[in-house]
């Protein structure tokens, strides 16, 4: 069964600290990968799509990195405006449905 | 920038009543979907939607939903009788036609609180 899997579920972080969220999936033939940010109450922001292992893209702090069996969301130098939930999602092996992994909160103190 | 929009933000029904939530895709997408997420939980899968018909729907997706494409523009999420479970974010998504793992953008959402 197709799944995805966060860690951690909660990260605290001081501004300026750099770390990294873990995304694990499995499916049987991975077709992309997406990152997604979510503030509270509000929809899915589209941050990456990684179509194969090694691809690497990069938006202002965040970096995301895809392997055979997980990828890792970047963040460098975080201020508090980075502050949200990062969701993972990848889509369903031969269907339309994507899958969310539960994601991971992010705050970032000043 | 082109986005989903989603009517209403919030919308309060009683238990057993009909709702319909509103959305309006990306102009060029030709892939639709629905979502929901409950307090505190996934982002879950619901229904997706193409060249009018309904191409994949989620167990959560039974006889009580349906969705439709009733203009170029409008795509529609209506719940025929709804319970306490309902209670939920709802979000719309749609994407180009361009590949099946091409970006899904997703709208605002709905906020639907059934008492």
């Known amino acids: 069964e197709d799944q995805v899997t966060q860690s951690p579920e909660a990260l605290r972080l001081q501004e300026g600290e750099s770390s990294s969220l873990n995304c694990s999936y499995t499916?049987?033939?991975?077709?992309?990968l997406f990152w997604y940010r979510q503030d509270p109450g509000k929809g899915p922001e589209f941050l990456f799509t990684l179509y194969s292992a090694g691809e690497e893209k990069e938006k202002e702090r965040l970096k995301a990195t895809l392997t055979k069996k997980e990828s890792f969301l970047h963040i460098t130098a975080p201020k508090p405006e980075d502050s949200a939930t990062y969701l993972c999602?990848?889509?369903?092996?031969?269907?339309?449905?994507?899958?969310f992994g539960a994601g991971t909160r992010l705050f970032v103190k000043a | 920038e082109p986005e989903v929009t989603q009517t209403p933000s919030h919308q309060v029904t009683q238990m057993g009543q009909e709702v319909i939530l509103r959305c309006v895709p990306i102009?060029?997408?030709?892939?639709f979907y629905w979502y929901r997420q409950i307090l505190g939980q996934k982002v879950e899968f619901l229904v997706s939607f193409y060249n009018n018909e309904i191409s994949e729907k989620s167990e959560i997706f039974d006889d009580q939903f349906s969705v439709e494409r009733p203009d170029g523009s409008n795509f529609t999420l209506k719940i025929r009788s709804t319970k306490l479970e309902d209670s939920a974010m709802y979000f719309c998504?749609?994407?180009?036609?361009?590949?099946?793992?091409?970006?899904?953008?997703f709208g605002p959402g709905t906020r639907l609180t059934v008492l």
């Open positions: 499916v049987s033939g991975l077709r992309g």
């Open positions: 999602a990848v889509p369903h092996t031969g269907g339309f449905k994507t899958i």
């Open positions: 102009s060029n997408h030709l892939y």
């Open positions: 998504a749609s994407r180009s036609q361009t590949g099946p793992t091409d970006t899904q953008y």
